[in-house]
Every structure is written in structure tokens, then in C-alpha cells.
């Protein structure tokens, strides 16, 4: 790999087969397999284009020749993957579910996948997912599966003694009986919607001895190497997507304007984001070509080679996320700002529906706000004509707001009604006092006598709430509702005694007077009562 990075013939002459394969079949791909809705489907839609593949030799590109292959070095593998972004499917099948990032701790469960020597076959058990292409083009069974699964008499007690890879070919699924392998689910993945990972199980499937591809003891460094070198080719496939965004939004920024006199690509704003994508495309590209080229040749051992290759995984997918988010901050996210067979027009958000379905879940958020309160206020113990005007008080009306503007001046005033809501409870005694129509009763005067050898009674009222009740309205120097005895402890002036005549019917509002204790009625009941007498001590 020279210094100056300029590629040999060989590698351009794959850089350019690569991308003339991007830019032919696979420019419509994405229109072919969107027109699925479920991701098993999509992957099925793409086959047409992989069987173009393998005819064009992009895949035996990827092998190398003393494996069967075409490929050369990484580096070509790497300028494959990068442009692109035979039908045979093969797939190393290794994730299981509940994750594998502890597989090789020491104590630890380990791989569930196990294989049983019987004879001279392996029989193999176990539950896999996301392994891609694991299921093949009809989900019946990749044409090669390379199984890494764990031995069940290894020779140490060292987790990596147990590791082995079988093979597993479409001939040794149709050799076994119905149900050896079966595909248990399909896997929507995130980002890769034409992709096929599903969940699969063995059962008891057999293969033959000799398709024992690494035996136990040497399956966990041909599994690690496999992963090393898929790293690189992630930072590839991130630095072929960088590219992809960045020539979408230059070429938007080329051709919109804005409503504005030129150009956005000569706003100062977009300059910078699109020179900033730019950037870590071509650091990324760097990095990953160093990576792939130190994984092969070094310098330093395999642990020392192998690392720059984990931090081309890592940093490049990293980039990506922020490039990509760069780009779409040049473009925006609203559909009517993509032009009809813009690229990337499918990943804009349709904003009308986003807004549609907003209101729909706040339309719900506040019809069930709105309920909660009500079992609770129905059963609050207030006159009637108080509870029906607290219930009303919350109701909804219809928002008049449309836009920014409307919902911030409505929630100004939401703010204020808040702390008039607020304040109201310490002007009810005013407003019972001075305004007492406000809150639906009448007065009528009540003389209070007092009895013999006591002072002058004073003068209050009662307040009639329906045809039998009626309520003291505090006068001078008591309060507004008594719940038992008025007595010396709520006014040192006076104690109180209460009257009820024979026709006084029971009622159970804790805001009424109760009755004296020698009249007290069953079960803690509350009198009301039209005549009242103060003595004073």
C-alpha cells in the first residue's frame, strides 16, 4: 500500500468495476424491495440483483484464490464494500438470543449451541439469531452455514477448548427429517430493512464428521479473525455511506435556494456543514485503508494489527451517525423539501402525518386527563351546584391554536388561569360574605336569642342550599361551617349548643352543622338545623 495512497491498477480496476455495478443495478434497488413492507420480504426482492453479482464476479472478489476466490488483498475487499454500499448464500452463523458478548468468560454458560459427537456425525442443537443470510433466499436453510457452536465434552475446563464451527449445506437440512431446522421468527433490524437475520433453531440436525470446519479448541481465533476483518469492512460500509450523504446534500445545496438570491451551497451556514461531512469521510477512508492494509502486512504482532481494525469499526460508525446527521441538517427533514427521485426522499419525514398522529395522541392525553378527575369530584362532598360548576371547570374546549404564535399565547394564559385557580380558595370567604348569589344561596335573616342571664345574641344568617337544608353563614366572630360542637377551643368568647326540631332531615356533608351529642344521629349522620343558640361566658 503506497505511502501516497494512490491505488495500483488492479485495486482501481475493482474500484471501478465496483462502482459501475453501484451505479447499475443496484441504483434501483431500493425501489424494488421499499415496495415490501415486511424485511424478510425486501431481502427475497433483492435476489434478481445478487444473482447480477455473482455473475459479474463481484462476489468470488471478495474470496481469496486459495480458497476458490478471485479476491487480492483487503484492501480490494475494502473498495468493494465501499462503492457498492450467483445466488448461493453462505452465513456464519454465531449470535444466539440473550447476546454473546461473554461468551468465552470462564464459568460462565457460554454458547448454548452444542454439538454431540455420535458416530460419524455431529448432532447439533441450539437457537440462533441475526446471522445473516442464515435462512437462505426461500428460509428453508442457507446453501453454507459455518455454525460456531461449543462441544459438549471438551478437553479443559477453558472455554475456548469447547469452541468448534460445523458446516452446515442445504443437502445435510434435506438429509435430516422435517423440523431439524426451522426458522422461528423474522427479525426486523434496524437500518438494514432488506436484510434477512431471523431467529432459527436446530433441532437434533446431523451432519456428517467431516464437515467439521475447525475442530474444539481452535473455533474461538477463526471466529475472532472473522470479526476482525468485518470490522474493516464496517468502516468501509461507513465511509461509503458518508459519501452517499454527502453527495445527496451537495447536490441539493447546488440546486435549492431557499426563496433566498443564490444558492444555499453559498451560505456561509451550509458551507460549513457540508466541508465538515467532507472531512471525516476522508479521515474515515484513511483510517480504514490503513486498517485493512496493518491487518494483513503489520508491522507488530496480531493483537497489535488487529486493534486498528476495531478502531476503524468503531470511530467510522461513530462518523457516519454525525455526518449523516450533518447532512440532513443541510437538506432539512420535511418531505416537500425533497424533489421527486431525490435519493434519499424515502427517509424524509412526511411532516403532515408526523403532525396528524402528534395531535392524535395529545387529543387522547387530554381526554383522559380530562375523565380521571370526575369519579373523584362526583363523589366529593360539596352542594350540587358547587360540584357541577367544579367538575365544569374542567372542561376541555377546543384549542383555537394553529401555530407557534397561538400555542404560546395560549399557554401564557394557561399559566395565568393557573395561579387565579390558585388564589380562589382564599376569597371564598370574602365572596360568601359579601357576593353570596355568586355561589347560588339566598340569605334570610336569623335572630340567634340567647338564653336568660346572656348577652345580646347577635345577628347571622342562613343560607338556603335546596328546600329541607340549610347552613349557617358566619356573622360576626364565627366561622363559616362547623363540624361538631362550637365550643370554647375555636372561640374563647363563646360556646354553642345546637337546637334540631323534629322534622329535620339527616344529611352527610362534613360542611354542615352536626348535631348535639344527646341528638347525635346513627352511624355519625349530620343534622341541619334552622335554629341556633349562643351563650356567651
Not at 306 to 329: M, P
Not at 340 to 354: D, T, Y
Amino acid at each position: 500500500m503506497p505511502i501516497d495512497f494512490h491505488l495500483s491498477p488492479p485495486e482501481e480496476g475493482i474500484r471501478q468495476a465496483a462502482a459501475g455495478f453501484s451505479a447499475g443495478p443496484l441504483k434501483d434497488a431500493k425501489q424494488t424491495y421499499m415496495q415490501y413492507q415486511h424485511h424478510h420480504e425486501r431481502f427475497q426482492s433483492t435476489r434478481p440483483i445478487y444473482h447480477q453479482a455473482v455473475a459479474g464476479g463481484l462476489i468470488k472478489g471478495l474470496i481469496p484464490p486459495h480458497l476458490g476466490g478471485t479476491g487480492g488483498s483487503l484492501v480490494e475487499a475494502v473498495l468493494l464494500v465501499e462503492e457498492m454500499g450467483g445466488e448461493p448464500l453462505a452465513s456464519m452463523v454465531f449470535s444466539e438470543p440473550g447476546g454473546v458478548a461473554n461468551w468465552l468468560e470462564k464459568g460462565a454458560p457460554g454458547l448454548s449451541t452444542t454439538a454431540t459427537p455420535e458416530g460419524d456425525e455431529w448432532v447439533l442443537n441450539g437457537e440462533k439469531i441475526w446471522a445473516t443470510n442464515s435462512a437462505g433466499w426461500d428460509f428453508e436453510g442457507a446453501d453454507l452455514q459455518c455454525v460456531v457452536c461449543r462441544t459438549m465434552n471438551p478437553s479443559s475446563d477453558e472455554p475456548t477448548d469447547a469452541i468448534m464451527i460445523l458446516l452446515v449445506t442445504m443437502v445435510d437440512i434435506k438429509r435430516n427429517s422435517p423440523g431439524a431446522f426451522k426458522v422461528l421468527r423474522h427479525v426486523s433490524t434496524a437500518g438494514h430493512t432488506a436484510c434477512s437475520g431471523p431467529h432459527i433453531k436446530y433441532t437434533n440436525l446431523r451432519v456428517p464428521a467431516r464437515n467439521v470446519l475447525c475442530p474444539p479448541g481452535t473455533g474461538a481465533a477463526v471466529v475472532s479473525g472473522a470479526f476482525d476483518c468485518t470490522a474493516v469492512l464496517v468502516g468501509a460500509m461507513s465511509v461509503g455511506v458518508m459519501r452517499a450523504a454527502f453527495d445527496a446534500a451537495l447536490a441539493f445545496a447546488k440546486g435549492d435556494k431557499r426563496r433566498g438570491a443564490a444558492d444555499l451551497l453559498t451560505r456561509q451556514a451550509v458551507a460549513d456543514l457540508l466541508s465538515s461531512v467532507k472531512m471525516q469521510a476522508e479521515a474515515c477512508r484513511a483510517l480504514t485503508w490503513k486498517a485493512a492494509n496493518c491487518l494483513e502486512n503489520g508491522p507488530g504482532d496480531y493483537n497489535a494489527r488487529h486493534e486498528l481494525a476495531l478502531a476503524a469499526k468503531i470511530y467510522c460508525s461513530d462518523a457516519c451517525t454525525k455526518a449523516v446527521t450533518e447532512a440532513i441538517n443541510v437538506v432539512g427533514i420535511e418531505l416537500p423539501y425533497f424533489k421527486p427521485g431525490s435519493r434519499f426522499r424515502e427517509l424524509a419525514i412526511n411532516v403532515n402525518a408526523l403532525f396528524c398522529a402528534n395531535a392524535a395522541l395529545d387529543i387522547f392525553q387530554d381526554a383522559v386527563i380530562y375523565v380521571l378527575p370526575m369519579r373523584m369530584l362526583y363523589h366529593i362532598q360539596v352542594p350540587r351546584r358547587q360540584k357541577i360548576a367544579l367538575i365544569g371547570v374542567f372542561n376541555n374546549t377546543p384549542d383555537p391554536s394553529y401555530n407557534n404564535y397561538g400555542g404560546t399565547v395560549w399557554s401564557a394564559i394557561e399559566c395565568n388561569i393557573g395561579v387565579v385557580c390558585a388564589s380562589l380558595p382564599i376569597f371564598k370567604a370574602l365572596i360568601d360574605r359579601f357576593f353570596p348569589s355568586l355561589m347560588g344561596y339566598k340569605r334570610s335573616p336569623l335572630r340567634i336569642t340567647p338564653p336568660q342571664g346572656s348577652a345580646t345574641g347577635k345577628r347571622g344568617y342562613m343560607r338556603r342550599i335546596d328546600q329541607s337544608e340549610f347552613e349557617l353563614e358566619h356573622g360576626t366572630g364565627w366561622k363559616d361551617s362547623y363540624t361538631g360542637n362550637y365550643d370554647s377551643e375555636n372561640n374563647n368568647n363563646c360556646s354553642t349548643t345546637v337546637e334540631a326540631k323534629p322534622n329535620i332531615q339527616e344529611n352527610r356533608s362534613e360542611e354542615h352543622l352536626r348535631g348535639a351529642e344527646a341528638n347525635k344521629p346513627k352511624n355519625g349522620g349530620i343534622w341541619t338545623s334552622t335554629c341556633m343558640v349562643v351563650s356567651h361566658e
